[in-house]
């Protein structure tokens, strides 16, 4: 089984910035994708930004050139760094991860989700 744990969420200013983390942790011996996902009150979750393991990444066109994707593979860590943050931002922020176990098993897992609220 596999954890995944997000922590840097909270209340911030229009404008203002806030960094995500999110660390995986558990039966792991590769992570594939890494991503974050966020669904606001009444809406669907959408895909934010993801990153491979090799590094290449793609963003929602609502955050390209605001956010930023990366990850430390020793770690099995992911952020993502949200700059110029909107009001349409706010919304509930899921990290996703794609890991091989070592019996050769791939899977989906999500966190459970950390808060971000853009307000003056």
């Known amino acids: 089984q596999v954890q995944l744990v997000e922590s840097g969420g909270g209340l911030v200013q229009p404008g203002g910035s806030l960094r995500l983390s999110c660390a995986a942790s558990g039966s792991i011996f590769r992570i594939f994708t890494m991503g974050w996902y966020r669904q606001a009150p009444g809406k669907q979750r959408d895909l934010v930004a993801r990153?491979?393991?090799?590094?290449?990444?793609n963003y929602a066109d609502s955050v390209k050139g605001r956010f930023t994707i990366s990850r430390d593979n020793a770690k099995n860590t992911v952020y993502l760094q949200m700059n110029s943050l909107k009001p349409e931002d706010t919304a509930v922020y899921y990290c996703?991860?794609?890991?091989?176990?070592?019996?050769?098993?791939?899977?989906?897992?999500w966190g459970q989700g950390t808060q971000v609220t853009v307000s003056s």
């Open positions: 990153i491979t393991n090799g590094g290449s990444t």
């Open positions: 996703n991860a794609d890991v091989g176990n070592l019996v050769g098993a791939r899977n989906n897992y």
